[in-house]
Each structure stands twice: as C-alpha cells, then as structure tokens.
C-alpha cells in the first residue's frame, strides 16, 4: 500500500477570509512576522502496489475534477509520499 | 516575504467519513487501485523575512496551538516552501 499526497489551495486571487482572520489573531498574540495565512486542503490517497507515472496521471485527473473546484482552487501538488 | 507550509490531517484512529465517502465514489468511478482518503488542511503562512530553526520553530507551536485540534489532528509537517 502507497499513497499519493495531493494539495489544494484557493486560487491566489480569491479572498480567503478564514485565513485573514487567522492572521490577524496571531498579529493579536505578537507573532508581528506573520503577513498572512491561507488555508487549503491536503488529501491522502492510499493506493495498492506501487505508484508510478500512470498512476500519478490518473490521481491528478482525480485531483483537477474531484477534490477541487477549478473556478475557485488550484492543484498545487499531486505527489508521492516518502515511505 | 518568505512562506511555510503546515500540513495537518486526522488522527489514523479518528474516522474520516468525508475521505471515506470519496473514496467509494472514486472507485465507483474506476479507480480500482484507490484503497482510501483521508482529507485534511494545508496552511500557507507568509512571512517577513528570512525563515530560521527559531521561526519554524514558533510557527509550529502556533500549529499545533491554533492551526490543529490536538486531540483529534496531528501537525504532519511545518516547513521552508522553496522558492
């Protein structure tokens, strides 16, 4: 058993307001370095045998059309995790 | 301006039943080889500066203080995004 790590974000131009309110309360708590928070989402993909390029392919697809909505997400990576 | 990811997803123990119902539509679907989902949250902070050991090191208390739900969520990973 492998698995596939696939991440998503909101598009950069989307407003994010949970993460501009997570901002803020750290500001709030005095980490001054923090500019900014954006949350997205991080899938597992636990597969049978072994992960290959085709594999990769098809988990991708999943990604774009499944796990994220194109108009408002990004698929920021679609990769294999270390074992 | 320099970002780090947090990477945080359910307890193994913890039942999962948003990744288990896509799992079966996926594989409903054809995806014979997908065995399981879990589905958690990737935070994207961005940062004034230069990212150091002290910087990595209080954005993963703020993690796992705030980001993460410690009885239910482990904190997988906090690291540099490369540029």
């Given at each position: 058993?492998?698995?596939?790590?696939?991440?998503?974000?909101?598009?950069?131009e989307?407003?994010d307001?949970?993460g501009?309110a997570v901002?803020g309360?750290?500001q709030?708590?005095g980490?001054?370095?923090?500019t900014?928070?954006r949350?997205g989402?991080?899938?597992?993909v636990?597969?049978?045998g072994?992960?290959?390029?085709?594999l990769?392919?098809?988990?991708?697809?999943?990604?774009?059309d499944?796990?994220s909505n194109?108009v408002?997400?990004d698929v920021?990576?679609?990769?294999a995790?270390?074992?």
């Amino acid at each position: 058993m492998a698995k596939i790590i696939v991440e998503i974000m909101p598009k950069p131009e989307i407003l994010d307001p949970q993460g501009k309110a997570v901002a803020g309360v750290l500001q709030r708590l005095g980490h001054e370095r923090i500019t900014g928070v954006r949350i997205g989402k991080r899938f597992e993909v636990e597969v049978d045998g072994e992960v290959d390029d085709a594999l990769l392919a098809s988990i991708a697809e999943v990604a774009a059309d499944v796990f994220s909505n194109p108009v408002i997400e990004d698929v920021v990576s679609v990769r294999a995790e270390e074992a």
